[in-house]
């Protein structure tokens, strides 16, 4: 089974609307992190966003929020106010294990902002 | 945020040669780096985990011959191309992980792409 399922291979968002990119996990550990990255058409992957299995509360910085279902097992990322520089691959990703090594990604989401 | 560099980032060569890839962590200190490899439109794929001050570990199907990765120190991991093919023509991009911070992020590099003539 796939540790990390992005079911949206592209998406479209009007410039200043909201989007959200779904990711939904596979984990029998009980403690886990949850990521999203994204990927510019120049390649980096820039960390966005954590949130923690433990973590009761929805994490958010600025724009990206992540909606966590955990009995559902979803991380969903919502991005607010999309701006065309949002336009770029998203990742989600998870990392399980005690060591802390054992980190999976998704097939990503390429997410394309419209003026 | 934490910052992971990568030289260089761009590399044409010549079938047979070798090329050195450097990942840095520049502000934070990192037991662990990771190399990735990525095909154009598709997701990451995981060629090694490298500790510092031991052997690297190589995920199932890669060649640690030819991929050589040493990490040397607690900010720097280098891979190797050896005898490169134009097969090896790729993405190359390096991870950090941040242990002093309880998510464990990888931060990553900008990425190398390869280009073997």
């Known amino acids: 089974a796939q540790k990390i399922t992005q079911t949206q291979p592209g998406m479209f968002v009007q410039e200043k609307e909201a989007v959200t990119l779904d990711c939904t996990y596979d984990t029998s550990d009980q403690s886990y992190g949850l990521f999203w990255y994204k990927q510019p058409s120049s390649g980096e992957m820039i960390f966005l966003i954590y949130q923690g299995s433990y973590d009761e509360q929805n994490a958010t910085e600025g724009r990206y929020s992540l909606n966590f279902q955990k009995a559902r097992k979803s991380a969903n990322l919502v991005i607010s106010a999309s701006q065309l520089g949002d336009s770029a691959m998203y990742f989600c990703a998870m990392r399980e294990g005690p060591s802390g090594n054992q980190f999976y990604f998704g097939t990503g989401t390429s997410l394309t902002v419209i003026p | 945020g934490a910052v992971v560099s990568q030289h260089p980032s761009r590399v044409i060569c010549k079938s047979g040669t070798s090329v050195k890839i450097e990942c840095r962590s520049l502000d934070f200190q990192a037991t662990t780096m990771f190399w990735y490899r990525q095909f154009p439109k598709q997701s990451l794929m995981l060629m090694a985990t490298?500790?510092?001050?031991?052997?690297?570990?190589?995920e199932q199907g890669v060649e640690k011959d030819k991929f050589l990765i040493n990490h040397a120190s607690l900010t720097l991991s280098t891979l190797t191309v050896t005898s490169a093919h134009p097969e090896d023509s790729s993405f190359y991009i390096c991870?950090?992980?941040?242990?002093?911070?309880?998510?464990?992020?990888?931060?990553f590099g900008p990425g190398t792409r390869l280009t073997v003539l």
């Open positions: 490298s500790n510092e001050g031991s052997k690297a570990t190589y």
């Open positions: 991870s950090a992980r941040d242990g002093a911070t309880y998510t464990d992020t990888q931060y």
